[in-house]
């Protein structure tokens, strides 16, 4: 088993869905894998050309010490783009799913390994494409010791906390 840090710089979208008829959208994103889920701040007055230039953090362990199976859909980032709304609910304004088991097999193997920036269709509810989310991902490998220490705490706590390995 490996365990690392993947991390996860959001750095724009363009041609994003228009949800409001007067004024410019407000979008934000919500980045999920597996159990842990954060947000950026809201891109206010942006509109459809937004930039972020945010960084999220996110703990790995690869095969996953879940018991879930060893398969691509396990290993997926995914990207939920919304528009924020004061006086009603937010607008969804699309999605992508990037799979990233392959990086994170290239980071056990080298150390690091690094997606570089990339550019992801957002795909709305219909299945159709309306924009694009712009991505740069790398994963490290923690340390044969770093892992070991790891272990041992989850095994001795049943929980720990991965702010001390970040």
Known sequence: MGVGIMEVK??????????DFLGRIDPYVMIQYRD????????KGQGRKPVWNEEFKFRVEFPSLDGSDDNQNNYKLNLRVFDHDTCSKDDFLGQSTIYVKDLIEIGLEKGKADFGTQKFRVILDDLSYQGEIQVAITFTAKSETEQSEYLVEKENNGFFSWRRYL
């Open 10 to 19: 959001l750095i724009g979208a363009k041609g994003l869905k228009r949800t």
């Open 36 to 43: 842990e889920e954060y947000t950026s701040t809201t891109a």
